[in-house]
């Protein structure tokens, strides 16, 4: 996600990090090439010119021509004004009443709002504990219901049973009845969409809303309508009044135009945003972060938790323990490629780094192969146990048949060999380390397939 956008200002930014001293007419012309790079990104025009004016009366200052390092004092100007555009902090769900809290999920047909309903859901009762309870309330779009079911069952998450020809209004009651006799601490009200906005939508959602009081409103919103997201949530945002936003599809817009745009103009927080088509693909937006990605400062934090999420506690402590003796073997090392790969492949790691334009441009320039890390594991499970952990016996023959049975050649075995080699050399310096006093082995590897010996 804005790609487009980063690399752009990212040029701006490496131009005047060059320059000893920075003019008022070196800003200004920075300015034009940021206004630019927005408006090209779906930024909407008021937004950019608030955008602009505060960059602005911020970087006209003694303090940016008198500053040691001016271009760096520019990128932090940008920084803290796109952090306040996109809502300075990031915004938790309120659950500050008495159970069971009613949500309220609306938006227009093919947003992805229903499968942002189980997403979400999924991560309530996985992350906050909660007992959830889904409903649909669109008895329009043919299955609308039934793929409801169909989620519910993927996520393990309880959904209210249709009752064929039952009004949207009388569903929602249902729901929220139900869910006192059972206990439940949270529904989630999936509301009817359309192709766009209607006054009957807007009735409907409307009624709902009155009859259950939602805690939450909720919009989701397809980041790649660019514009037209603006004006969907302006428009839910008047009449039925939203406490906040999902963007969905993120992970497909190389612009976030959407995302920058839609905070500041209607002051709703955004408060996840969708990454993929995976029930666990939802991720709690920081504003923060975001500005930091945008500006090629990665985002080492959301790293760290998707490394942490994904990475099995007993499966660490055994590595740990193995490592510590100075054992590795090539099973460590499937390991570590899968742990790898449920954090979103090679792609997903880079877009976190710090140096995103450069390291993105890399990444294309090498042509590495997202696939890359199923070969090699196709490549490990395909040797017998005493191969794998005893690599040193892999002769000519053998190379042949693990080829044969995996789909590659033997010059695929031999580089992920003496990759295999590499990482057993750094394990050794690692202990001698240890040994020094310097540090200790453990933990998942940081595994870096961009490295040429690991390519």
């Known amino acids: 996600m804005f790609e487009s956008l980063s ?23 920075a300015l034009r090439e940021i206004r630019v790079a927005l408006l090209e990104a779906d930024v909407a025009l008021p937004v950019v010119k608030d955008f602009l004016a505060k960059i602005e009366a911020a970087a006209s200052g003694e303090e940016i021509t008198r500053a040691v390092a001016p271009g760096q004092m520019v990128v932090k100007i940008v ?26 999920v609306v938006g227009l047909q093919g947003s992805g709002k229903t499968t942002t309903v189980a997403k979400l ?17 669109d008895v329009y779009r043919p299955a609308a219901q039934e793929q409801l079911v169909v989620l519910g069952k993927q996520a393990d998450i309880a959904v209210l049973p249709p009752i064929e020809n039952e ?5 929602a009651k249902r729901a929220m009845e139900n869910a006192r006799k059972e206990g439940f601490d949270l529904v989630l009200l999936d509301t009817a969409g359309r192709l766009q906005i ?10 709902v809303r009155d009859a259950v009081s939602p805690i939450e409103t909720l919009l989701v919103a397809d980041a790649m309508t660019g514009q037209d997201a603006l004006n969907v949530a302006e428009t839910f945002h008047g009449r039925i009044g939203l406490t906040g936003i999902v963007l969905t599809r993120l992970d497909g817009d190389a612009r976030g135009g959407a995302a920058l745009s839609m905070r500041a103009a209607t002051g709703c927080p955004i408060k996840f945003v969708g990454v993929g088509e995976k029930l666990d693909q939802l991720e709690e937006f920081y504003p923060d972060r975001i500005a930091g990605r945008i500006l090629g400062m990665g985002d080492i934090v959301s790293l760290v938790e998707k490394a942490q999420a ?22 460590d090392m499937a390991q570590q490629f899968r742990q790898l790969r449920k954090m979103g492949g090679l792609g997903e790691l880079v877009s976190h780094l710090p140096g995103l334009n450069k390291m993105q441009k890399n990444l294309a320039s090498a042509k590495i192969d997202e696939n890359l890390l199923r070969r090699q594991e196709a490549i490990i499970q395909s040797m017998t146990r005493a ?17 044969q049975g995996s789909g590659t050649d033997v010059r695929d075995i031999n580089r992920l060999l003496k990759q295999f080699r590499d990482m057993q050399t750094m394990m050794k310096r690692m202990k001698k380390m240890e040994k020094m006093g310097l540090g200790k082995p453990g933990g998942p590897l940081p595994l870096d397939p961009l490295h040429p010996r690991n390519s």
Do not use: W, Y
Request: glycine share 4%; hydrophobic share 45%; charged share 40%.
């Open 387 to 403: 191969e794998r952990r005893n690599p040193k016996i892999l002769h000519a023959s053998r190379k042949q048949r693990v080829a």
């Open 310 to 331: 994904v990475a099995d506690e007993e499966d660490v402590e055994r590595l740990t323990a193995k490592l510590e003796k100075g054992r590795f073997d090539l099973d």
């Open 79 to 104: 920084h803290d004004a796109l952090v306040e555009m996109l809502g300075a902090e990031a915004q938790a769900l309120n659950f500050n009443a008495e159970p069971p809290l009613a949500m309220l």
């Open 167 to 171: 009004a949207p209004l009388a569903i």
């Open 198 to 207: 209607d006054d009957a939508m807007m009735d409907e959602a409307e009624a």
């Open 7 to 29: 690399g752009r200002l990212g040029d701006v930014f490496e131009r005047l990090k060059k320059r000893g001293a920075l003019s008022a007419s070196d800003i200004k012309a």
């Open 121 to 137: 859901a999924r991560r309530l009762a996985e992350k906050d504990k909660k007992k959830v309870l889904m409903c649909s309330l």
